[in-house]
């Protein structure tokens, strides 16, 4: 039962359970043995996707063998991509993130939050940027959790920054690319919560966040 926008007095939760990353032509990317964390009858897995390509067309996810939902999406003007993608998982605390394209796929990356007792897999609201640095405004319910993530061309390997949001990960997948994901808990409403991701060197060049109640 939902009670102003409770799920059965269970307050809405984010949890960071996993990343993962591949840089190579396959396609599709398979990241196997992903955590899902503790399975709960409400929960969602969100993933956090950042993906290399000339293709316009957004990718296929699945997770755990259930295809993902497309949130919200950015694209840094040429090949840099990233998107937030939901799927319902109530069972099974590890699996599997496919990431397919039909089209050239190369740097891919993955990071996962579960998602429990949020009124609907629908966002509150949403945000996408694609100019360094990343700058997300996010309106963010009272009771609501948030997740953002980004990835780009980020020069040398220093610091990854988020303001607004809490880091999750952040990860290098090599000398000039990395990725990171980053979540919120709310106490009192949010309109907008500005959130922004920076990193030593050029930065990040694709940036999305969602917001839950």
């Given at each position: 039962?939902?009670?102003?926008?409770?799920?059965?007095?269970?307050?809405?939760?984010?949890?960071?359970?996993?990343?993962?990353?591949?840089?190579?032509?396959?396609?599709?990317?398979?990241?196997?043995?992903?955590?899902?964390?503790?399975?709960?009858?409400?929960?969602?897995?969100?993933?956090?996707?950042?993906?290399?390509?000339?293709?316009?067309?957004?990718?296929?996810?699945?997770?755990?063998?259930?295809?993902?939902?497309?949130?919200?999406?950015?694209?840094?003007?040429?090949?840099?991509?990233?998107?937030?993608?939901?799927?319902?998982?109530?069972?099974g605390?590890?699996?599997?993130?496919?990431?397919?394209?039909?089209?050239?796929?190369?740097?891919?990356s993955?990071?996962?939050?579960?998602?429990?007792?949020?009124?609907?897999?629908?966002?509150?609201?949403?945000?996408?940027?694609?100019?360094?640095?990343?700058t997300?405004?996010?309106?963010?319910?009272?009771?609501?959790?948030?997740?953002?993530?980004?990835?780009?061309?980020?020069?040398?390997?220093?610091?990854?920054?988020?303001?607004?949001?809490?880091?999750?990960?952040?990860?290098?997948?090599?000398?000039?690319?990395?990725?990171?994901?980053?979540?919120y808990?709310?106490?009192?409403?949010?309109?907008?919560?500005?959130?922004?991701?920076?990193a030593?060197?050029?930065?990040?060049?694709?940036?999305?966040?969602?917001?839950?109640?």
């Amino acid at each position: 039962m939902i009670l102003g926008g409770v799920w059965g007095g269970a307050l809405p939760s984010i949890v960071y359970t996993a990343q993962a990353s591949e840089n190579s032509l396959a396609n599709p990317k398979t990241f196997a043995g992903m955590s899902f964390g503790a399975e709960n009858p409400t929960r969602f897995m969100l993933a956090g996707i950042g993906w290399y390509s000339t293709t316009a067309t957004p990718p296929t996810v699945t997770i755990g063998g259930v295809t993902a939902t497309l949130l919200v999406s950015a694209l840094d003007g040429t090949q840099i991509r990233s998107g937030l993608f939901i799927a319902s998982l109530p069972t099974g605390t590890s699996g599997s993130v496919v990431v397919s394209l039909g089209g050239t796929l190369t740097l891919t990356s993955a990071v996962l939050w579960s998602l429990t007792n949020v009124t609907s897999s629908t966002p509150y609201a949403t945000s996408a940027d694609n100019i360094d640095p990343i700058t997300l405004n996010l309106n963010v319910d009272g009771l609501g959790v948030a997740a953002g993530f980004v990835i780009g061309n980020a020069g040398t390997l220093g610091a990854i920054g988020w303001t607004g949001l809490v880091l999750d990960v952040g990860v290098a997948i090599n000398a000039s690319n990395r990725f990171s994901g980053a979540s919120y808990t709310a106490t009192t409403a949010q309109t907008p919560l500005v959130c922004s991701a920076t990193a030593t060197g050029l930065g990040f060049r694709s940036g999305v966040a969602a917001s839950f109640r």
